[in-house]
């Protein structure tokens, strides 16, 4: 629901300077980043094992996961566009890149899609109901 407040222009002010009462809305328009999803995210929690690219494995914790990404927590400092390979249980490994990363946290995008069958495997594998 949107409210609108109309408002207009006063010039001078006492202090010197325009006040502007413009036409003010309670809508929230959340920024594209936020909201360009390509596919929907399950909430779970899963170990998982991650490896860049020359390293070796390192184990992670899946926090979500969808047919095109997830996002995990792990030790490893990882930068944005940084190439990832994934693998869940019984899967071959799954490469990704680094969308963001904040802290102990990271997101990551497939370069191709998990088939929507392979996730709903995946997460009836974690114990997720």
């Known amino acids: 629901m949107q409210q609108v407040i109309p408002g207009s222009w006063s010039f001078p002010s006492e202090f010197g300077t325009p006040f502007l009462s413009g036409e003010l809305t309670t809508e929230v328009h959340p920024s594209s980043e936020l909201t360009s999803r390509k596919s929907e995210?399950?909430?779970?929690?899963?170990?998982?094992?991650?490896?860049?690219?020359?390293?070796?494995?390192?184990?992670?914790?899946?926090?979500?996961?969808?047919?095109?990404?997830?996002r995990a927590s792990t030790h490893l400092?990882?930068?944005k566009g940084t190439d990832v390979w994934l693998r869940l249980p019984g899967l071959e490994p799954y490469q990704a890149r680094v969308m963001w990363a904040k802290g102990n946290f990271v997101g990551?995008?497939?370069?191709?899609?998990?088939?929507?069958?392979?996730?709903?495997?995946?997460?009836?594998?974690?114990?997720?109901?």
């Open 108 to 129: 990551c995008a497939f370069e191709r899609p998990l088939h929507p069958a392979v996730l709903d495997m995946i997460v009836k594998k974690s114990g997720r109901p």
């Open 41 to 70: 995210r399950v909430s779970l929690e899963m170990g998982a094992g991650l490896r860049q690219r020359g390293g070796t494995g390192v184990a992670i914790q899946i926090l979500d996961l969808s047919t095109d990404g997830f």
């Open 77 to 79: 400092q990882l930068a």
